[in-house]
């Protein structure tokens, strides 16, 4: 069955498709093109081996395929697992003609694009996203990485795939609470620079937390469409790509705070995206009343609308080591209207400390 959707990142040198739809996983034709040998390694976990590999691997029946299922869990996305993929491809001496494939969320498609960005210097890679968050944000642009017990996403590359394949079908077995952390990185494209994307969001909010496969498809396929655009403009962060990190300074904060995989992660963004909205507020760049909308779409995704009970210190400890942290100095994304993000190093500190006071009820 052909995709809903396709888009393309495009970027110098490579370029590759985003292809959206139903029932893509059992088609072979999704996958035979951008396969660059007939070797395949598939990498997931074990929530998603049960309920896909073996579609997948019917899908692939022309290849030679390994599988490897990882433990599942934000705590995994470290150098230990990160090992036991290396160990896997040289135990079945897989070479460099040999494409990874990342069937899974976020963690699983970080762990293996890296993995495939370090094996053997780089091998090609397919980043199958069966989580929203994934199908919106991760599987998208190129970032791979693990994380260090000292800061989040720390160890990793520019490394991107040569296909993502976004089965939406995949979504009917995710859990309400991970469709809802997903919401909280689509929200973010409404706030970054699409109004008119957050006017829609409020409307269909409903519509999205009941899977509406329409709502669904055209969510994906916006916040896709806003990521290509951003990663073709900016694909190593020089510059605008760290738009895409709004709440997430905040967000980090709140994960390594709490130890790897109490929060989820796009709960951390959500809460994050209150606090970056609160300092925004304060410096008197966001109107009250784009506020109050913020915290109210974030509250019918389902998402926390305040941080956990983490003190201001421990938000300072872990802000200071951020990747966006440059010569010393705190960057933040901030916003100066509903769809107009900016990057800022432009804040009095005392107004953060105020925010920090203000959102941590300790
Ligand atoms: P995740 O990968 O931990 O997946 C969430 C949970 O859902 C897991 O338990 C998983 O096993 C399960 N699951 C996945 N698909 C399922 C399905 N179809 N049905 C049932 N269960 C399913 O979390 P995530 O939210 O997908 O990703 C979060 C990670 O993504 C974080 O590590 C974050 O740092 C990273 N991230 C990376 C980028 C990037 O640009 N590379 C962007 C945003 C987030
Ligand atoms: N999620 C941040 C980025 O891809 O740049």
């Known amino acids: 069955m052909p995709a809903i959707h396709q888009l393309r990142v495009e970027l110098p040198g490579h370029h590759y498709p985003i292809q959206i739809g139903t029932d893509l996983l059992t088609d072979s034709a999704s996958f035979a093109s951008y396969l660059s040998g007939s070797r395949v390694m598939i990498i997931t976990d074990t929530t998603i081996a049960p309920l896909y590999l073996n579609l997948l691997i019917q899908a692939l029946a022309d290849y030679q395929v390994n599988e490897l299922i990882l433990p599942d869990g934000e705590q995994y996305k470290n150098l230990t697992t990160l090992n036991q993929i290396y160990d896997a491809l040289l135990q079945q001496r897989h070479d460099r003609q040999t494409t990874l494939i990342a069937l899974g969320g976020g963690v699983v498609g970080d762990i293996t694009g890296f993995a495939a960005a370090s094996y053997q210097r780089g091998v090609h890679f397919i980043q199958v996203p069966t989580t929203l968050l994934a199908q919106v944000d991760s599987s998208v642009g190129g970032k791979t990485g693990i994380n260090h017990a000292l800061g989040k996403n720390m160890i990793g590359a520019f490394h991107q795939p040569q296909a993502v394949i976004a089965d939406i079908s995949t ?59 951003i990663v073709a403009a900016d694909e190593k962060e020089a510059a605008t790509r760290a738009l895409l990190n709004l709440g997430h300074t905040f967000g980090h904060a709140i994960e390594i705070g709490l130890g790897y995989g109490t929060w989820l992660h796009g709960e951390a963004v959500a809460a994050g995206m209150v606090m970056a909205a609160d ?19 974030l509250a019918a995704a389902g998402l926390p609308i305040k941080p956990p009970a983490l003190s201001p210190t421990i938000f300072r400890q872990h802000m200071a080591v951020d990747k966006k942290v440059l010569n010393g100095r705190l960057r933040l994304i901030l916003l100066r209207g509903i769809g107009q993000a900016v990057i800022s190093t432009d804040f009095p500190i005392q107004a953060l400390d105020d925010t920090l006071q203000a959102c941590c009820p300790t």
């Open 171 to 229: 979504l009917d077995t995710l859990p309400d609470r991970e469709l809802s952390a997903g919401l909280a990185e689509v929200i973010k494209y409404g706030l970054i620079n699409d109004p008119d994307f957050f006017t829609w969001l409020e409307s269909n909010i409903s519509a999205l937390r009941q899977r509406d496969p329409v709502a669904l498809a055209y969510a994906i396929q916006c916040c896709c469409a806003n990521k290509a655009a």
């Open 279 to 297: 300092l925004s507020h304060r410096l008197g760049w966001l109107a009250d009343s784009d506020q109050v909308r913020i915290r109210a779409l």
